[in-house]
């Protein structure tokens, strides 16, 4: 059975730093790996998807990384802003996604 | 991009109402939606996977007969919570893949969800 671990569970930042989230999964025959963004009381915005081949993919400030041997993923996020205040969900896919808990971020002005 | 349109955002009723969420895929074909459910600061809860013009999967400990999957088109799925119990409230949101031999490549679209409260 899939388990999903999403480190740290809440960071606070100030604005324009620089920072990391990292997810650790137990099965590592995935298909691919998805991350989100899910704003309070919203459904969930795809970020990135990286296919079980590929290492790392880029979208913008956004860069997610993917270890699958390791069980490991990254997203980075480059100098970041108020508005990327969310929570952040790493999903790895095997016939389904599977959910960590989450990495609740705050980035103040 | 892939819309996935989920109706009604919000619900609220009383205790023993039966209660349709509908998940649309608008822009692209869905062989494959998901239904989850989401407490409050807690993560994605997979309910079951609803495959069109077969039976839905159920994870393990998800009652069928409460919580019925309906996936008649390539673009519709429904859920229906019966005989709704306060314990029922939750977030519940929907996701849709599009109908691709290598589905593997294809992410998952959400819809916003629905919140479900019952009195």
């Known amino acids: 059975k899939q388990e999903v671990t999403q480190i740290p569970a809440a960071l606070s930042v100030p604005e324009g730093e620089n920072l990391v989230l990292n997810c650790s999964f137990t099965?590592?025959?995935?298909?691919?790996l998805q991350w989100f963004r899910q704003d309070p009381g919203k459904g969930l915005t795809s970020l990135l998807l990286?296919?079980?081949?590929?290492r790392e993919q880029t979208s913008g400030r956004l860069n997610a990384s993917l270890d699958k041997s390791s069980g490991r993923s990254t997203l980075y996020i480059a100098a970041s802003q108020p508005g990327d205040s969310a929570t952040y969900l790493c999903?790895?896919?095997?016939?389904?996604?599977?959910f960590g808990q989450g990495t609740t971020l705050q980035v103040k002005p | 991009g892939a819309v996935v349109s989920q109706h009604p955002s919000r619900v609220i009723c009383k205790s023993g109402t039966s209660v349709k969420i509908e998940c649309r895929s608008l822009?692209?074909?869905?062989?494959?939606m998901f239904w989850y459910r989401q407490f409050p600061k807690q993560s994605l809860m997979l309910m079951a996977t609803?495959?069109?013009?077969?039976?839905?999967?159920?994870e393990q400990g998800v009652e069928k007969d409460k919580f019925l999957i309906n996936h008649a088109s390539l673009t519709l799925s429904t859920l229906t919570v019966t005989s709704a119990h306060p314990e029922d409230s939750s977030f519940y949101i929907c996701?849709?893949?599009?109908?691709?031999?290598?589905?593997?490549?294809?992410?998952?679209?959400f819809g916003d969800g629905t919140r479900l409260s019952i009195l």
């Open positions: 996701s849709a893949r599009a109908s691709d031999r290598a589905w593997g490549n294809q992410p998952q679209h």
């Open positions: 999903a790895p896919a095997t016939g389904k996604l599977i």
């Open positions: 822009d692209f074909q869905a062989t494959t």
């Open positions: 609803s495959n069109e013009g077969s039976k839905a999967t159920y």
């Open positions: 990286i296919q079980s081949s590929q």
């Open positions: 099965d590592s025959a995935i298909y691919n």
